[in-house]
């Protein structure tokens, strides 16, 4: 069987290399079936910003501010993010498009996309770009949503205009306090056959042996 080649897509506060550490146990469930490629938001997340709740769990974040990175924020003037801050306009995603636009382009191409929190709520517009033909380089053939979430930012509302067609895995914690798993369910109507797996923890991406199963048989169409 064919690896799947996946791009990850990490969370607020997080980059590539901090997520690629909090996936390991995701890496080694999964190794036989797929190569994650990690890439890293073009956005620094400014210090003073710490009000909101980081995306990480046990209190281990990147190590350093400096590596903090972010997709988009919805505050402008802060420079800052909230799922639940409900804005007009936000700034510095269409430079992530951009991103993520290049990595296909050099590193890819990729079968599927994964992300987490800010992360998968990216990958949702990301596929929606990919259906309405806006972005010509992508050809992702499945998504991977982890504690995702639907942008309440007004101008992303296009985003869920028609549901998505790629085949998606939604992933989410019922203990989780970052995204809690009623803002991950709203987004599930954005996609035509969403596939739910969901953990009794918080906000992590789980690869404990009980979720193997539910990973492999959602990859095994794809191969």
């Not at 639907?150 to 028609?162: G, L």
Request: charge should be negative; aromatic fraction near 10%.
């Amino acid at each position: 069987m064919a690896t799947l080649r996946v791009l990850c897509i990490h969370g607020y506060r997080q980059n590539g290399s901090s997520f690629r550490g909090k996936t390991g146990a995701l890496r080694k469930l999964l190794k036989k079936q797929v190569e994650l490629v990690y890439l890293s938001a073009p956005h620094s997340v400014p210090q003073s910003s710490g009000e909101e709740a980081p995306e990480k769990e046990n209190g281990s974040g990147p190590e350093g501010d400096e590596d903090s990175k972010g997709w988009w924020f919805s505050d402008i003037q802060a420079r800052s993010f909230n799922a639940q801050q409900q804005c007009e306009e936000s700034l510095g995603l269409n430079e992530s498009v951009v991103v993520v636009r290049e990595a296909v382009k050099v590193q890819g191409p990729f079968d599927g996309i994964l992300g987490f929190s800010q992360g998968a709520a990216f990958v949702a517009m990301l596929c929606s770009l990919q259906e309405q033909k806006l972005e010509p380089e992508f050809s992702f053939r499945f998504a991977i949503l982890v504690a995702g979430f639907r942008s309440a930012c007004e101008e992303h509302q296009t985003f869920y205009n028609t549901p998505l067609q790629i085949p998606s895995l939604h992933v989410f914690g019922l203990e989780d306090r970052v995204i809690p798993d009623n803002m991950s369910r709203e987004l599930l109507p954005s996609f035509q056959d969403p596939q739910v797996l969901t953990h009794p923890g918080g906000h992590f991406v789980p690869a404990a042996s009980a979720h193997r199963q539910t990973y492999q048989d959602f990859l095994k169409r794809f191969q």
